[in-house]
């Protein structure tokens, strides 16, 4: 994995955390226990910071960053799906950002919300708690997050914590034979 300071801002880890290592976490990064940083993610604190809950997975090839002296937050529990881009934006807790989806500066995701696949949360925008955005740019649908949603989404949150626990050990690279 690669973990760098930069200019005496140093990423802190959190206990059974797993960061792959192809990765990048650099500069102020605070990760919470039990993160899964996937495949080719970049989480860029060089000029402003980034803080993650625990139990969040940050799947593959994820862009995280924030503006000079501002932050990125991502709460508890929260799946930022594959290719998305977060930039010094609020994640609360328990939130599904779908696979290459886009939330920009000083946007707002609610608890239990969704942003679907592909869409692009724009600045300022807010995704109110149990929501689900859809879209470009994403518009509200008509309906919330139902409780069978959210049990199923614990399941698969449970499937990436159990990856940051089995990847230590068990990913292996083949040489060339």
């Known amino acids: ?28 990064v605070t990760v919470g226990d039990g993160c899964w940083i996937g495949p080719g993610a970049r989480l860029r604190g060089d000029y402003g910071s980034i803080i993650i809950g625990n139990g969040t997975s940050i ?15 991502i709460g508890n529990h929260v799946t930022v799906g594959h290719g998305s881009v977060l930039h010094n934006c609020t994640i609360h807790d328990y939130a599904v950002i779908g696979m290459g989806s886009v939330v920009s500066d000083w946007a707002e995701v609610g608890e ?44 698969f949150k449970r499937t990436y914590q159990d990856l940051a626990r089995r990847y230590p050990q068990g990913l292996v690279e083949v040489g060339d034979d």
């Open 112 to 155: 239990w919300s969704v942003v679907g696949e592909g869409a692009v949360v724009r600045q300022r925008q807010q995704v109110p708690p149990g929501q689900i955005a859809v879209g470009v740019p994403a518009k509200l649908l008509d309906k919330s997050v139902e409780e069978e949603y959210k049990a199923e989404w614990l399941a």
């Open 1 to 28: 994995m690669a973990i760098y300071e930069f200019e005496g801002r140093k990423p802190i880890l959190g206990k059974g955390t797993y960061v792959h290592p192809s990765a990048d976490v650099i500069g102020a």
């Open 59 to 73: 799947e593959e090839n994820c862009v995280i960053h924030a503006r000079p002296d501002q932050a990125t937050h």
